[in-house]
């Protein structure tokens, strides 16, 4: 089975600055996707970034980046220019490759509290 | 395109009642997914449904929990009797069939036991 850890249950960044989510994963698989999910209070869970196992480059869009070392089994975000609405918790998820059955269920890790400060 | 629609958004209850949860999925939508959300926890999966059929219920503590997809549309979730850590939000998501990639969540029902 799949693990997702995420070790920082909160993490702070001034407007403007930069921060980096950290997750690591555990997988015996080859193929897989790795996902960002963003949680305001709202609670609906919002996309922000997904990066394909077997793609070397590191997904981007706009202020958001990844770093995706697959040796290591690690998945960090990167936020640039940090605005208040960036404020929310933040899900590290897993999906396997395989498009059947249970293997397209999420894996989620236990999520990081981000701050943004004035 | 609309969301995926949860109902109710706040629940409370006392422990050993009962207590249901409904989730419309985006139209065309196969797959729909429950998740549990314990405060400080990532969300869980509870069962999985393509179409009307089940895929994974692994996770659904059977004894008290019962889901439905009746016409491979809407979904009903239901806890009978509740426990106390049955506190959680309940999120609903859905996908196309044969997708690979993201999932479109509803924004949830929060219960309380007491």
């Known amino acids: 089975a799949q693990t997702v850890t995420q070790s920082q249950p909160e993490m702070s960044v001034q407007e403007a600055e930069t921060v980096t989510l950290s997750c690591t994963y555990d997988?015996?698989?080859?193929?897989?996707?790795l996902f960002w999910y963003k949680q305001p209070p709202s609670r609906q869970m919002i996309l922000v970034i997904r990066q394909e196992a077997y793609k070397q480059q590191n997904a981007t869009e706009n202020r958001f980046s990844v770093n995706f070392q697959k040796a290591a089994k690690s998945f960090s975000l990167k936020i640039s220019d940090s605005q208040l609405g960036d404020a929310a918790m933040y899900f590290c998820?897993?999906?396997?490759?395989?498009?059947?059955?249970?293997?397209?269920?999420?894996?989620f890790g236990t999520g990081t509290r981000l701050q943004v400060t004035l | 395109e609309a969301g995926v629609a949860q109902s109710p958004r706040y629940k409370i209850i006392e422990k050993r009642q009962s207590v249901a949860f409904w989730c419309n999925p985006i139209s065309g939508h196969a797959t729909l997914y429950w998740y549990q959300q314990i405060l400080g926890q990532g969300p869980k999966l509870l069962i999985q449904f393509q179409n009307n059929g089940v895929v994974d219920d692994s996770q659904l503590p059977k004894d008290r929990f019962s889901a439905e997809r009746l016409k491979g549309v809407d979904s009903t979730l239901k806890i009978q009797p509740a426990k106390l850590e049955d506190s959680a939000v309940y999120l609903c998501a859905s996908s196309p069939a044969g997708t690979l990639g993201g999932y479109t969540f509803g924004s949830g029902t929060r219960l309380t036991v007491v």
């Open positions: 997988t015996s698989e080859s193929d897989y996707y």
């Open positions: 998820a897993y999906r396997s490759l395989i498009n059947t059955g249970t293997a397209s269920k999420l894996t």
